[in-house]
């Protein structure tokens, strides 16, 4: 189909495939988590060794919020043999309902101690999420009760929040199934938004041409589907003719040879005796690659993505007899018994079947699309005026720093003169050091003091009192 927004092509599917009893190296454990990174499989050679399994990598994200936590109590779990024994002998109920948790008490000290350890590391991210929201809304809290905050988180026991329990083992197992399962509906969903925004913008786009044009265009549209529709014959997910297609062409088998028991296990390729999600999806790639083509305009791989995840669900209905999403040996066999599997309806594409959404349906979107762009150009228009104001107070600061310079530099041009002036000595009207007529007074008032004046016979004139005399004899 014709995809009018650029941007959601992608070779590429990160879609989380499995979340049931499982472990790496075949043994059946807690679970396995695993995601499907490309849509193509990879022709086996039957003259190559078997496919050894790989290490599950580290950096895959489940999508759950607490995706670390709980890869690292399985990591931590795996480590105690005593619980690894159990995990090989006990089934998906035994999981579910929460009885294989209660052999958390018989594990090694160690791992529990690092189970609590992982404990209280979740409990404080979760914290610092809860305070982070509180700040992002700029709600106002004297004291915070975390207690009461962190029950809006189902996989972990929020009253004890130091030491890990059985019962937050239990949590763990019943949140992560219960989110996971829901991850199919979430995609459905997902893609029928994608569907009406692609549908709402070619309608924007027709409104926005003229009468000649628009014909033009719808013209256009339409060939480009028609393109889409004429592919060869697409045969049903799980057939026996869809199966000896993968035989011959990935394979490269003879189909007249064709075994089921045989093609299971080649396509088991992780040689834990089930075929999981992403298996499964593999083998319908060469189905799709008959309608879909990334370099053709008429074709969409987001429907392409979406006819994948259809096919599969297709086949775990008519194959996965105990519903645990994974499909036995016993179980594949047994559906190759089946009426359909030799004598099957055509598969109906995309194309042929009935929309994802209703005109209803396209209706509201549109309206919380206008909701919404209201809603941002209100934010853009405030955004707006606070750049303006910013501005406003940035001129403002400018012409303030100008004035405190201009007052910097004249204070400092009085400084520098005022230190020449203390460094030269002071100079009179006539230009003359001031110093010298000091000493010129202070000489002149010295000439006075020691001047002694001097009479007509050339005696120095004494005008001291005399004194009386003394020891004279006395006279009647």
Not at 98 to 114: A, C, F, I, N
Not at 307 to 318: D, G, I, T
Not at 354 to 370: D, G, S
Not at 396 to 425: D, G, H, I
Request: proline letters at 5%.
């Amino acid at each position: 189909m014709v995809n009018f927004r650029k941007g959601f092509h992608s070779p590429l599917k990160q879609d989380l495939t499995l979340w049931y009893p499982r472990m790496t190296g075949g043994l059946k454990g807690l679970l396995l988590l695993s995601l499907c990174l490309v849509v193509w499989t990879v022709p086996i050679d039957r003259n190559q060794d078997p496919p050894q399994e790989e290490k599950a990598d580290e950096n895959v994200d489940t999508g759950l919020y607490y995706d670390r936590y709980l890869r690292e109590v399985i990591e931590v779990l795996e480590t105690d043999p005593h619980f690894r024994e159990k995990l090989q002998t006990a089934n998906t109920d035994d999981i579910k309902n929460g009885r294989l948790s209660k052999e958390l008490d018989l594990v090694g000290h160690h791992v529990r101690t690092r189970l609590d350890e992982l404990k209280r590391q979740e409990v404080s991210r979760l914290r610092m999420l809860l305070k982070a929201k509180l700040d992002s809304t700029n709600t106002q809290s004297v004291q915070m009760d975390h207690a009461s905050l962190l029950k809006q988180f189902e996989h972990l026991d929020p009253h004890n929040q130091n030491t890990f329990e059985a019962k937050d083992l239990e949590l763990l197992i019943a949140t992560a199934t219960k989110d996971l399962e829901n991850y199919d509906a979430e995609r459905h969903e997902e893609f029928k938004r994608y569907e009406m925004l692609k549908e709402h913008e070619r309608r924007e786009y027709l409104k926005s041409l003229d009468q000649e044009k628009r014909e033009k265009e719808e013209k256009r549209i339409e060939e480009l589907k028609e393109k889409h529709r004429q592919h060869p014959k697409v045969n049903a997910p799980g057939s026996v003719d869809q199966l000896r297609e993968v035989w011959k062409e990935t394979d490269g088998l003879d189909p007249q040879e064709f075994n089921p028991k045989t093609f299971f296990k080649l396509h088991d390729t992780n040689g834990d005796g089930v075929l999981d999600e992403q298996e499964l999806e593999a083998l319908f790639t060469k189905e799709l690659e008959k309608v879909y083509d990334p370099k053709n305009e008429e074709d969409d791989m987001m429907e392409m993505e979406e006819e994948r995840l259809r096919m599969r669900e297709h086949v775990m209905q008519n194959v996965d007899i105990n519903h645990d999403r994974l499909v036995s040996l016993e179980e594949f066999l047994k559906s190759t018994e089946k009426r359909e599997f030799n004598s099957p309806k055509e598969w109906e594409t995309l194309d042929d079947t009935k929309p994802v959404y209703t005109e209803e349906e396209l209706l509201r979107f549109e309206a919380e699309l206008r909701d919404k762009e209201v809603e941002l150009g209100r934010r853009a228009e405030k955004l707006r005026q606070e750049q303006e104001l910013l501005k406003e107070r940035s001129k403002a600061l400018e012409a303030q720093k100008r004035e405190y310079q201009q007052a910097v530099m004249e204070m400092s041009q009085k400084q520098k003169e005022q230190q020449a002036q203390n460094r030269q000595p002071p100079s009179g009207p006539n230009g003359e050091l001031q110093f010298q007529q000091e000493i010129q007074k202070l000489a002149n008032e010295d000439s006075q003091v020691v001047k002694v004046p001097v009479e007509q016979n050339g005696e120095v004139q004494n005008n001291l009192p005399a004194e009386p005399p003394q020891n004279l004899p006395q006279h009647t």
